[in-house]
């Protein structure tokens, strides 16, 4: 129950396209839910957020959808760039306490 | 604004023996939250320091212990040392209270254990 499924495992998007990474949980008592972008040798960098309140949130070229009777959520990356090839984690947080990270998304996008 | 450090960036160790990595919180953060980040996976929670204290833990072993100071830094323990403690480990710092939800983290340190 305290697992966030997240898919595709690896994704390859031309550049100017949209990449679409989906994830899942099953804990109704998630209240928040990031995005991480993650570099080779670097750590997990917070990209955009939202709480279960909202159906979506846009931040530049990135936008999450939220279907909360689903229990659904995804990342969507406008106009992607070959600056955007990175890992992406989903993640579910209650009570700024615990943060569960999904298994991550290898995004390549080919110039 | 100073980000979240930690140290060292590598460390290689043999099995058995324990290990101590550090954290620098970010400027203005009271929260410390380590993870364990195995090659191709997501970060897993370790634990949780707020005022010094450990504020909640995952499923890990008691092993894997740690410390927060009074400027907020703190410390990540590891004793008898397992192969599969080879990960990056990486720490994160909040805000409690007010924004305990944004993390920022740290580049972490990469541990190999031989």
């Known amino acids: 129950q305290q697992q966030v499924k997240q898919s595709p495992q690896s994704l390859i998007v031309q550049k100017g396209g949209i990449s679409i990474i989906n994830c899942a949980y099953e804990?109704?008592?998630?209240?928040?839910f990031p995005w991480y972008q993650q570099f080779p040798g670097k750590g997990p960098a917070l990209l955009i957020a939202?709480?279960?309140?909202?159906s979506e949130k846009k931040e530049g070229r990135f936008t999450i959808s939220f279907n909360k009777s689903a229990k659904q959520f995804s990342l969507h990356i406008m106009d992607s760039q070959p600056g955007d090839s990175a890992t992406y984690f989903c993640?579910?947080?209650?009570?700024?306490?615990?943060?569960?990270f999904g298994a991550g998304t290898r995004l390549f996008v080919k110039a | 604004e100073t980000g979240v450090t930690q140290s060292p960036t590598h460390l290689i160790k043999t099995r058995g023996q324990q290990v101590t990595l550090r954290c620098s919180s970010q400027s203005g953060h009271n929260t410390v939250s380590w993870y364990q980040q195995a090659l191709g996976q997501g970060p897993q929670f370790i634990f949780q320091?707020?005022?010094?204290?450990?504020?909640g833990r995952g499923n890990f072993p008691p092993r894997f212990s740690g410390l927060q100071f009074p400027n907020y830094s703190s410390e990540l323990n590891v004793n008898a040392l397992e192969l599969d403690d080879s990960a990056l480990y990486l720490c994160a710092s909040s805000l409690a209270g007010t924004r305990p939800y944004e993390q920022y983290f740290g580049p972490g340190t990469r541990l190999t254990v031989t």
């Open positions: 939202i709480r279960p309140d909202v």
């Open positions: 320091y707020y005022r010094e204290e450990e504020n």
């Open positions: 804990n109704t008592a998630f209240d928040y």
């Open positions: 993640a579910a947080n209650t009570g700024g306490f615990k943060t569960i």
